[in-house]
């Protein structure tokens, strides 16, 4: 599963250095045979009660001790496969076109998981609303009634350096600023549930990738070593 965002970063346009952050042995001896360099991961920050953006933050400080100041770096997650190396740059291009973005981050559209749908069960054991359904003008139980509902889907973070500053950061998601930028793709997902990997296995299918090959393949054959090349139309990721 890691290997593909590591793929990906490879094979991108604008990222010019990998690192990974684990505390697992097979895990960096993976990363290190695809050219990453290991930050070890402390104890705690590799526990189920760790956060994402405690793990950002110290990856950056880290990253920073190796090289310096670092404007602009790329989370990816390894248990996201949904990401191409078009999209990377894409968001890296956003940031350096406008340098009042935070951030860019990619999005899928789930209109089946909206606000108008979502329900809590209340200490009586009964369904209620998680939201004032009447408050979102157009509710119905249309699922595209209240307009399209697009959810950060995990495959790629694209940050500016003041996002590690979490005291600013927008809830849930404090590592990504205040003010972001879409990047649109279908079916995006990190995978925390067994159903993740049959989603996974159709996206990668529809870019190109099968049990055997990968896209990165088709671009080395014809010709380099596919640098550059993010944006043959099997890569596009949109």
Known sequence: MMVYPLLAAQHSKKIDEVYLSTDDAEIAAIGRSFGATIIDRPAALATSDALVEDVVVHGHQEIIKRRGCVEIFALLLCNSATITPGIIDRGIGMLEDDPTL??????????????????????????????????????????DSQGDVYFCDGSAWILRERCTNLAVGQLPFRWTGNKMAPLFQTGGLDIDNPDGVARTEWWLREHGFTETSTPYDLMQAIGGTGQGTADSPSMRGE
């Open 102 to 143: 935070d951030s860019a981050l990619t999005v899928s559209r789930y209109n089946e998981y909206s606000p108008v749908r979502a329900r809590r069960i209340d200490g009586s054991g009964l369904i209620q609303p998680f939201v004032d359904v009447n408050a979102i003008p157009g509710a119905s139980c249309d699922r």
